[in-house]
């Protein structure tokens, strides 16, 4: 298979932090790529390269053959985006929200409407379609989100982590909407910390940590190199069992309350 | 094109749904003229007669026109500009015609003409009282007043001496009016009411509104996209950065007109104010004026790491502006040093011109100093502002 986006020693920084360390990655057409990394790894820095929301300070990447810095405009049309934050307006409704970024893609309002209509019953929304979105529940808001970045039908999804904080049910929901996506025939590129979610939907996986990618494998490959059961194993294994960003090892509550 | 006029919409619906947010943009205006309009007083008290002036203003530009050849009218002219030059209040300057100095009223060089008419010699040879007409730039009640009362003092000072003389060598044929007060002063308006508070007040505070309605709506806008994260859903769109920023412009000028529109209205209908001049040059003055801002709004707003800070960046914009600029206090009375830092201000150039299309009927040539100045601001700090805008967003 082809590769789809390829990133040759993408680095960013901000100011005297590396957030994003040189790295080297091929994502190929038509696989769930499993983008994995503790918190501040860099995961995010990443993926905002690459859906062209912020400039590399150093090398270069191509998504779908354009580059991202010369060829944005052309990486925009091809790529879809479902953020962590997630991008609806509180007050407007779905509708409006979806008709609006739906035009920005140039779809004209007669094929918008359709979609509009089709996709919110994809995701079984219908019946809320034209109340506020703020009102609606966490669940309810991420479907919406889902469905705006398909409004244009990309060849590549960016999905960073879209099951946060929803219920076992939205969660199920949205497992089986991006396998059905990538039946599809869409290239998806997914963060998540779930390591079982990355287990059951990568057909590959990355490791970044410290910005800098230590591992690139197959689920199944990943266990038997590592040598763990779960990825679970695997990711702790190789990122290791400290807190991030702390520097001392946890201290049981009954010290910190002094019962002891 | 249309994807500017996109988002402008989605602004606009997208404020047309925030209730409370409603009430508050209408209830604004209402009070700001309210609690202003009150708060200065109708016009300013006049100097009583007492051959001694006290004012906050000095050397302020009159026109001297002369319109008798006669001895007399000659000679109280004479007498006029030295008690006004001794005194240091007034900086007379001689004008051919009363015509020649209203354009220069109106181009702003002048806030008032004193005219001596044809016959005043003759008037007071013939024992009757001598009318001298005096004629203010009423875009600015307050200030108008009270160089009003400076110029009629003058002549009363002038008056009674001449008065003392007549009754020293009294004649039986004069009459008593002649005889108290020789020459009398008349006031003369520029249009054909007179002015008060608010009418200098509304074009002020229509600008103001306009300007500093956009300045803030349009950082808290962009802002509060940036941080609810719908900025990216726009700038990860295939649509040019800049229609962003031109479209959340237009929105915020809709906005900003709307209020300045309610102001007007209540102006129109609880204060009696009218417009004198074109409608016409009032939009596109307004609209000028929030163009020569936008460009700073974006500029704070990129830098600004988020909402709070872009707010306040504005707040210390805005409160000086809303001093320096001469929309609510006339920026004459400010020292030296502040009225310079003033007429930096773009503002004070809506508010001006503002002014004169409102209540002087000024024409496009009358305002086109203002007209110029603002397109300058717009063009470079627009010029500056789309490149940073860009840059922000691709951090």
């Known amino acids: 298979m082809e590769p789809v986006i390829e990133t040759q020693e993408l680095t960013k920084r901000f100011g005297g932090l590396t957030a994003v360390d040189h790295i080297n990655l091929s994502v190929l057409k038509g696989e769930v790529f499993g983008f994995l990394g503790p918190n501040g790894a860099g995961k995010t820095t990443a993926i905002r390269m690459l859906t062209t929301l912020s400039e590399p300070s150093e090398g270069t990447a191509t998504v779908g053959g354009y580059d991202i810095v010369t060829q944005a405009e052309q990486v925009r049309r091809i790529i879809g985006l479902v953020a962590e934050k997630l991008i609806v307006y509180p007050r407007l409704s779905a509708v409006e929200n979806l008709m609006f970024f739906g035009e920005l893609y140039g779809l004209s309002r007669r094929q918008l409407k359709d979609r509009v209509e089709n996709l919110l019953r994809m995701v079984q929304l219908e019946q809320f379609r034209d109340m506020p979105v703020g009102g609606y529940s966490s669940g309810m808001r991420q479907r919406v989100n889902i469905v705006r970045g398909l409004l244009h039908d990309p060849e590549i999804l960016f999905m960073d982590e879209p099951t946060a904080l929803l219920d076992p049910q939205s969660i199920r929901f949205v497992r089986d909407l991006i396998k059905d996506l990538n039946h599809d025939g869409k290239t998806i590129v997914l963060t998540t910390h779930i390591m079982e979610e990355a287990d059951e939907l990568s057909h590959r996986i990355g490791i970044i940590d410290h910005g800098k990618i230590i591992a690139v494998d197959t689920p199944a490959g990943l266990k038997s190199k590592i040598g763990c059961e779960t990825l679970e194993e695997v990711f702790l294994e190789l990122t290791g069992r400290a807190l991030r960003d702390s520097a001392s090892n946890r201290v049981p509550m009954r010290i910190v309350m002094g019962r002891i | ?312 960046m504005m707040m210390l914009l805005q409160f000086p502006m809303m001093f320096l600029s001469g929309v609510v206090l006339p920026i004459e009375q400010l020292p030296n040093w502040l009225q310079s830092i003033g007429k930096m201000l773009p503002l004070y150039y809506a508010a001006d011109a503002l002014r004169k299309v409102i209540v002087l009927s000024a024409s496009f040539t009358d305002i086109l100093l203002d007209v110029i100045v603002l397109i300058v601001y717009a063009a470079v700090t627009l010029g500056v502002a789309i490149p940073v805008f860009q840059k922000a967003m691709s951090r």
């Open chain 2, 1 to 312: 094109m249309y994807i500017t006029f996109r988002i402008a919409h989605k602004d606009l619906l997208d404020f047309s749904k925030a209730k409370m947010l409603l009430v508050t943009f209408t209830v604004m205006p209402i009070m700001l003229m309210s609690l202003f309009g009150f708060m200065f007083p109708q016009a300013g008290t006049s100097n009583p007669f007492s051959g001694k002036v006290s004012s906050p203003y000095k050397n302020v530009p009159m026109a001297l026109v002369v319109e008798d050849s006669g001895s007399f009218a000659l000679l109280v002219a004479d007498q006029f500009k030295e008690i006004a030059s001794s005194t240091g209040l007034l900086e007379v300057q001689d004008f051919a015609s009363f015509g020649a100095a209203k354009e220069r009223i109106v181009a702003g060089g002048l806030r008032g003409v004193v005219v001596i008419p044809g016959g005043f010699t003759e008037a007071f040879n013939s024992r009757r009282q001598a009318a001298v007409l005096i004629t203010m730039d009423d875009t600015n009640p307050t200030m108008a007043s009270i160089i009003y009362g400076e110029a009629s003092s003058i002549f009363m000072m002038i008056s009674s001496r001449l008065g003392a003389s007549l009754i020293s060598k009294m004649e039986s044929s004069a009459d008593l009016s002649f005889l108290s007060e020789p020459i009398s002063v008349e006031r003369r308006n520029l249009v054909s009411s007179t002015t008060n508070t608010f009418q200098f007040l509304a074009p002020g505070f229509m600008a103001l509104t306009v300007v500093t309605g956009t300045l803030s709506g349009l950082a808290a806008a962009i802002a509060r996209e940036k941080e609810q994260g719908t900025m990216d859903g726009m700038i990860v769109a295939p649509i040019p950065r800049y229609a962003i920023v031109i479209g959340k412009t237009l929105a915020q000028t809709a906005r900003g007109m709307i209020q300045a529109g309610v102001i007007l209205g209540i102006s129109i209908l609880f204060f009696g104010v009218k417009i004198y001049g074109s409608p016409f040059l009032m939009v596109l003055t307004m609209l000028l004026g929030v163009t020569s801002f936008a460009g700073i709004g974006i500029i704070a707003t990129s830098i600004a790491p988020e909402q709070e800070t872009a707010m306040m």
